[in-house]
């Protein structure tokens, strides 16, 4: 009969946290642009689901 051995791993010492990185700060024209994207590319969506358009024209364009 084979006896095995405890053998304790070696772990990596825990690491310290970084800090939390701000998000970039968009410019008022930028940030309007952005929700004027999600919000037509939800609506687009959602049209979509409803069946008022189809699947193939559903394309994200920038």
């Known amino acids: 009969m084979i006896k ?6 070696k772990t990596k010492p825990s690491q310290p946290s ?3 990185q701000h998000p970039r700060i968009l410019s ?3 940030f309007k642009k952005k929700t004027q994207r999600m919000i ?3 609506t687009r ?3 979509v689901a ?3 358009e189809d699947l193939d ?3 994200i364009r920038d």
């Open 4 to 9: 095995s051995r405890d053998v304790q791993k």
């Open 18 to 20: 970084l800090p939390k």
């Open 28 to 30: 008022i024209s930028d």
């Open 40 to 42: 037509h590319l939800c």
């Open 45 to 47: 969506r959602t049209k």
């Open 50 to 52: 409803a069946g008022d």
């Open 57 to 59: 024209d559903l394309s």
